[in-house]
C-alpha cells in the first residue's frame, strides 16, 4: 500500500480593512530538510479551489519530493470568506501577496492554472519591484489566461449581456464544469483593464512553462501562442496538447505539468 503524505498544516489570514476585508484559508506544506529547495505555489482558476485535481497532485509531488507547497484559495472560494462578487483581479494579487508574506518562502515556483496564470504574471511582476521577496525560480502556466476580460470576453458580449451590465453591474452564463452560472461583473472588467500584461516584454525573470490543449473550448490556444509573444525569448517552452481540453486533469497531463515542475527545480 502506497504511504499517504503528512495533511500540510491549515491556517487563516485576514487581508483588507474595513468593508474589504476577508478571510483566506490557506494549506501549507512545509520545506523538507533543504531550506533553499524552491516551495511550489499553486494559484487556482476562476471559481476553481485548492482542493482540485491538479492542486493535490502537485502538493503530493512536492510531498514526495521533501518540497514545500503552498495552496490557497482566493476570496468567494473554497474555504476562504469574502463574496465571489466582489472579486477582481487586483483584489486576488493582493490576497497571493499576503499569503506569500504570511508563508515567507525564500523561492518560489508558481504554477497557475487559466486565471491562476494571469495572476502569476502580475505576481511575477509584482515580486521584481520589491526588495524584499522570495526569489522567483519558474513560472508554469496551464492553460494560462492572461487580459482573459478585455482579450477572451468584452469581445463578445451580446447586446443583452452588455444591458445587463449596464443596469445590474453584471451577467451571467452556463458554465460547462458547475450547475451554478458563471458570474462577470462590471467590476472585474474594468479592473482587468488596469491589470492587463499582454501590452509589452513581460519580465519574469526566470524560466517559463506553458502548457495549453489545443481542444480547449474555453481559452483558444492561440492565446498561449500570443502570450509567447510578450516573454522574453530566452527560456519559454510552450507545450501544446493536441487532445488537450482546458482542464488538462488527465494522468497524461498531470504528468506534463509535474515533468515541468521538475524540469524548473532541476534548473534552478
Not at 73 to 94: K, M, P, Q, V
Not at 106 to 114: A, D, L, P, Q, R
Not at 190 to 204: A, F, M, Y
Request: aromatic share 6%; glycine share 8%.
Amino acid at each position: 500500500m502506497t504511504e499517504q503524505p503528512t495533511p500540510p498544516e491549515e491556517s487563516v489570514i485576514i487581508v483588507g480593512d474595513a468593508s474589504a476585508k476577508r478571510t483566506i484559508t490557506i494549506l501549507h506544506r512545509p520545506a523538507g530538510a533543504d531550506a533553499s529547495a524552491p516551495v511550489l505555489l499553486w494559484l487556482g482558476g476562476y471559481r476553481s479551489d485548492m482542493t482540485g485535481t491538479k492542486a493535490a497532485e502537485l502538493d503530493r509531488f512536492a510531498a514526495s519530493q521533501g518540497l514545500g507547497a503552498i495552496r490557497f484559495d482566493y476570496s468567494g472560494h473554497g474555504a476562504s470568506g469574502g463574496s465571489f462578487r466582489d472579486g477582481t483581479i487586483s483584489r486576488w494579487l493582493e490576497e497571493s501577496l499576503a499569503v506569500l508574506e504570511h508563508c515567507a518562502p525564500e523561492n518560489i515556483i508558481i504554477v497557475g492554472s487559466s486565471m491562476g496564470g494571469w495572476i502569476a504574471l502580475r505576481l511575477a511582476q509584482e515580486l521584481r519591484r520589491r526588495e524584499s521577496a522570495p526569489r522567483l525560480s519558474g513560472l508554469v502556466l496551464i492553460a494560462p489566461a492572461p487580459d482573459f476580460t478585455s482579450e477572451l470576453i468584452e469581445p463578445h458580449l451580446t447586446e443583452e449581456q452588455r444591458q445587463s451590465l449596464t443596469q445590474d453591474g453584471y451577467f451571467q452564463e452556463l458554465s460547462e464544469y458547475s450547475p451554478e452560472p458563471n458570474v462577470y461583473t462590471r467590476a472585474l472588467l474594468e479592473d482587468g483593464r488596469n491589470n492587463q500584461v499582454l501590452t509589452g516584454i513581460i519580465e519574469t525573470g526566470c524560466p517559463v512553462h506553458i502548457l495549453q490543449g489545443m481542444k480547449d473550448p474555453d481559452v483558444p490556444y492561440r492565446h498561449a501562442l500570443k502570450l509567447v509573444e510578450f516573454l522574453p525569448a530566452e527560456d519559454v517552452v510552450l507545450t501544446l496538447i493536441r487532445d488537450g481540453d482546458h482542464r488538462l486533469s488527465r494522468p497524461q497531463d498531470i504528468e506534463k505539468m509535474l515533468s515541468a515542475v521538475g524540469t524548473l527545480i532541476n534548473h534552478d
